[in-house]
């Protein structure tokens, strides 16, 4: 059985995100926000297959997937596009702490 699809306007995704961070920075004082550093984690491939039962978890650090998009903003020929899931580690670490 083919798994439903959800198509998000890439437009619209930049939108959120614009709207989420002029959030965030309201709230945050001088320019940042400190969050935790180390979390559980769900390999992507496995936690994409809901069905075959739950997957093991791997300890991930945000100042890793920090410095992977810092890298990339650096050298944007390095972007790659698992930069998103850095990105959502990253922005799970902020959506966690600005509750």
């Known amino acids: 059985m083919d798994e439903p699809t959800l198509r998000i306007p890439l437009a619209e995704l930049r939108r959120v995100l614009d709207v989420l961070v002029r959030h965030v920075e309201s709230q945050a ?19 994409a297959d809901v069905y075959a039962g739950p ?10 997937a920090w410095e992977h998009l810092e890298r990339m903003v650096e050298d944007e020929s ?3 596009g698992y930069g998103f899931v850095w990105l959502g580690d990253v922005l799970r670490a902020v959506g966690a702490e600005v509750v």
């Open 55 to 64: 997957p093991e978890l791997t300890v991930g650090m945000v100042s890793e």
């Open 29 to 47: 004082s001088g320019g940042g926000i400190a969050v935790g550093d180390t979390y559980w984690s769900v390999p992507p491939a496995e936690a």
């Open 78 to 80: 390095s972007a790659v």
